[in-house]
């Protein structure tokens, strides 16, 4: 799957807010470009938490998506967009902010 880190999304938006009257009717996709699968993503955080627990991996279900990768091109090409927030910074960013205000020990 492809994640995007609120700050990349919101650089996109404002991106295509300054090139509106070229960008207007387009969609865009905003993520950053390398794919990664949940369990990865959820190890990852295991990881950065030190936690020992399990991760459940349960059976896919019908209709599911089982891969998105998105294709930012257009983002590219149009507003000239460039994520920079990786997955493994996105999730130790996400962890601080979580650990500052909202679990306060």
Known sequence: ???THGDDAIDG???AIRHFEKAKNLAFNLAFPKAVRIV???KLLQKK???KNKIAIAKTRLGEIE???ADIS???KWLGFRPVVGI???LERSLQWYTKN???K
């Open 74 to 76: 257009l983002a590219k």
């Open 67 to 69: 891969h998105f990768e």
């Open 102 to 104: 909202v679990y306060k």
């Open 49 to 51: 938490m030190n936690a």
């Open 1 to 3: 799957y492809s994640f």
């Open 40 to 42: 990865d993503a959820a």
């Open 88 to 90: 493994e910074e996105g």
């Open 13 to 15: 938006i404002l991106l």
